[in-house]
């Protein structure tokens, strides 16, 4: 049965991170300054500010300093959180840091649960996931991976080329994937890497100028060449990085999609308040039926997106991969997040894309959100030939 009442300890610690928000993060976002990434001292000081109030890595094991929620209380705390662009980053909630804690969680051996894991969740050091390449390595078809590492004596060399590695600049480690086999099939032949940032063999050789900055470190091209790693580098195991890169894709594009909806509530909010202010034709702008039209779009956009999210969520705390839900939760939140915040740009006018409003830095931080983590039309692809194997299987047995 799916309940979605919010029980009165979730509810409380809703209450307090809207408090965190609206007394620690919002007021420091005039602190944080244009360029890529946020500043480093910035995010310490709002960090130690988090850790005060209790509410630091909220979604990770009581053990490892978090809070012990599940996925559906992690989605009530994240979306609150991302009311302020500086609210995950502070709570240590935020990509792509909260989606290699996971990871590491479920695969890292105990080694590199006390080199890598441990400090990343205290907040010590920054970390970043690397499997995107330029074309034509992979993108949306992870089949298409060139980067390769070898054996060699003591452990491996990996050669290849990265791209759009979210916080590279900066991390201490980078989790980088390669092809360990010859051919990648049925989900094997890939392999994770764990790389310190101080290993002579990755270098990063830019920042890409993307329009999104809110991500400490920027994005990042990064170069591996003949870059040594040691045996106890391998995440897991050998060929088995697909696999691993499912753990952390599901619940991590849904933890995206709870964080986004944050910023959707935020300049939604930006709208009614200019909706109800403004003047024209003699009467209120949010008594005219076109902008009633709007705000009332973004109420269902809003609203159907928290569905989507808590019933994925729902799912996954049941144990089940979720594949299948988190992916619709995405197409649909991605698309529904800009919508919000394009319609709210709208209703605010000029206002709208001036520096004076934060909408139009909301619409450059959601607009890569249609891209990152599967494409749109990648996840509606797979839900299209998953709808259409479900009939065929229906019509197969008559029903
Ligand atoms: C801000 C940002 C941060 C990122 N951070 C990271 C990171 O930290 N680490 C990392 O490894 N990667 C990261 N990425 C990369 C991201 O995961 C890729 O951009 C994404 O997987 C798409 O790959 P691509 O850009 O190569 O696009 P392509 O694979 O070239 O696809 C281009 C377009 O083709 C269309 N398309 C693709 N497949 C289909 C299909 N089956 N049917 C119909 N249309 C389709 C879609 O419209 C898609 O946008 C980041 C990207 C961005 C923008």
């Not at 607009?367 to 839900?383: K, M, S």
Request: include cysteine.
């Amino acid at each position: 049965m799916i309940d979605f009442a919010l029980d009165e300890p979730l509810v409380d610690l809703r209450d307090r991170v809207r408090t965190f928000v609206r007394e620690v993060a919002i007021p420091a976002e005039a602190r944080d300054l244009p360029g890529h990434g946020l500043d480093e001292a910035l995010r310490r000081e709002l960090q130690a500010s988090a850790k005060g109030a209790g509410l630091f890595v909220p979604q990770l094991s009581e053990a490892l300093g978090g809070l012990g929620l599940d996925m559906r209380g992690t989605a009530v705390v994240l979306e609150e959180s991302g009311y302020s662009l500086l609210g995950p980053q502070a709570m240590h909630c935020a990509a792509p840091d909260e989606g290699n804690m996971h990871l590491l969680d479920k695969v890292a051996d105990a080694g590199q649960r006390a080199r890598y894991l441990e400090p990343l969740a205290a907040g010590d050091i920054r970390s970043c996931f690397a499997m995107t390449e330029p074309a034509p390595g992979a993108g949306s078809d992870p089949s298409m991976l060139e980067t390769s590492a070898e054996r060699v004596d003591g452990g491996w060399s990996i050669s290849g080329r990265k791209w759009f590695i979210t916080g590279a600049e900066g991390a201490a480690f980078t989790i980088c994937m390669a092809r360990t086999s010859g051919e990648l099939a049925g989900g094997r032949g890939a392999t994770m890497f764990l790389v310190d940032a101080d290993n002579p063999g990755m270098r990063i050789e830019r920042i890409v100028d993307a329009a999104d900055r809110s991500f400490p470190g920027g994005h990042a091209e990064v170069v591996f060449e003949d870059c040594r790693v040691a045996e106890d580098a391998v995440l897991g195991e050998v060929d088995q990085g697909f696999g691993y890169a499912q753990v952390r894709l599901a619940p991590a594009r849904l933890t995206h999609c709870m964080r986004w909806l944050g910023i959707a509530r935020r300049a939604h909010d930006v709208a009614l308040d200019r909706a109800a202010g403004r003047e024209l034709f003699g009467q209120r702008l949010a008594d005219l039926g076109m902008v009633q039209r709007l705000i009332a779009e973004s109420e269902t956009d809003i609203a159907t997106s928290r569905l989507l999210v808590w019933h994925a969520a729902w799912v996954l705390d049941q144990g089940a991969p979720g594949r299948g839900e988190t992916s619709l939760a995405k197409a649909h939140v991605a698309e529904a997040v800009y919508r919000v915040v394009d319609r709210s740009i709208q209703i605010c006018g000029a206002l709208g894309v001036s520096g004076d409003a934060p909408l139009s830095r909301y619409l450059n931080e959601v607009r890569p959100f249609r891209i990152y983590d599967g494409p749109t039309e990648v996840h509606q692809w797979a839900l299209a030939r998953r709808a259409v194997r479900r009939r065929q299987r229906e019509a197969e047995s008559g029903a």
